[in-house]
DNA sequence: TTAAAAAAATAAACTAGATTAACAAATCAA
DNA sequence: TTGATTTGTTAATCTAGTTTATTTTTTTAA
């Protein structure tokens, strides 16, 4: 079912039995997007969390140049929403758009709440979760910093060695803030290198 | 007395009855430490969440060829640890310094799970933290991506007024990721430009 | 199966920010 | 109250990464 590949990933991190399970799926929803939709558009209120079960997204925004930075990918078994429009329930500053067709399960703000007060468990997995996060985001500040764009190219293949694959050579560029003209030419430089 | 503000502090966020602070005072501890005194070394394990009653702490790694590069700063009521140590045990990729003389309130990993199993209102406080602080990180990956140097120290000297006059400017300018030579000509050109 | 659109490569000119070096001010320790 | 250390400035030169423009390759849709 629908689910499964959700209560799966759950098990890796906390035991529910069947009356909490039962719970937390009548407090969540199934949901289908297909490529090229927005899950979350710039502007308005983003009202879910999203688990993705399959597919890809890209979390970017426009700037006032109206040029497009990706912030994060997602695939199988990420999360994926505008954390700073949910908690805050304010426009959002990021559009969050399939670059397959992605299904996920879905938290409303008022039903996530509920679920922490009946599940505390679940609160435990989140503010888990929330921590690897911030940990990640630190890591990629770091990196920013000490890296130059292509080691930083290099780390991004190594710690996301599925995405590579699935999304355009641009949008990497996008998300390790350069220019596709010169992940280009790092490339060609890799590859005459390894030769 | 020492715990003071760190009890007002969390009334900001949940309300606590007596026996609540009494159990969340016997389960952390304060500390003080003095100007240039570190609270984790970079190579060893970060033990304690740290809640700033009073001072200013840096963090800040060092790289291969020996540069520092300051990840945050962090004033009263803040935390500051290396969560990543913290949260896995782990050897510290980070140094947490103190910039001036600096109280804390510290939590440490056990305590922090007893805290959290006994006060669930305590996770909750501590989810909601983590989420603000995801919202930061990523903001200032955002800013990276898109705002110029000189537009970085400008939204910096905005977000966090207080800092500045507080830390030397070279520290600034590693935090913003520059040169201090460079944030040295940013401030002259806008004092310039201003009058 | 083909034409149109999207993605990728190449290359020359350019710029934001780094590096180096020398000097000036401010702070601190005795 | 001075000299030593830390912090900040200025300026010349240099470089990683951008911009702009053109061409080639790949993907997509009908």
Redesign the pocket.
């Known amino acids: 079912m629908k689910y499964t590949p959700f209560l799966n990933y759950i098990k890796n991190f906390v035991d529910l039995n069947e009356k909490e399970i039962t719970f937390l799926r009548s407090y969540t929803n199934y949901k289908k997007y297909f490529k090229g939709q927005y899950i979350v558009k710039q502007g308005e209120v983003c009202n879910h969390t999203n688990f993705i079960i399959s597919g890809c997204t890209e979390n970017f925004y426009m700037d006032q140049?109206g040029?497009e930075h990706i912030v994060t990918f997602a695939i199988e078994n990420w999360w994926s929403s505008d954390i700073s429009s949910f908690i805050t329930q304010k426009r959002s500053d990021f559009n969050v758009k399939c670059l397959e067709d992605t299904e996920v399960i879905q938290f409303t703000c008022q039903n996530q709440d509920e679920i922490f007060k009946n599940i505390p468990k679940m609160e435990t997995l989140f503010r888990k979760l929330l921590e690897k996060a911030l940990v990640s985001s630190q890591k990629r500040i770091v990196n920013n910093f000490s890296?130059?764009?292509?080691d930083?190219y290099i780390y991004f293949k190594n710690q996301y060695p599925n995405i590579e694959q699935r999304?355009?050579?641009?949008?990497?560029?996008s998300y390790l803030?350069?220019?596709?003209?010169?992940?280009?030419?790092?490339?060609?430089q890799l590859v005459k290198n390894k030769s």
Chains 1, 2 share one sequence.
């Open positions: 140049k040029q890296l130059s764009a292509k930083q999304v355009p050579q641009y949008k990497v560029a803030g350069i220019t596709k003209e010169f992940l280009s030419k790092i490339k060609a």
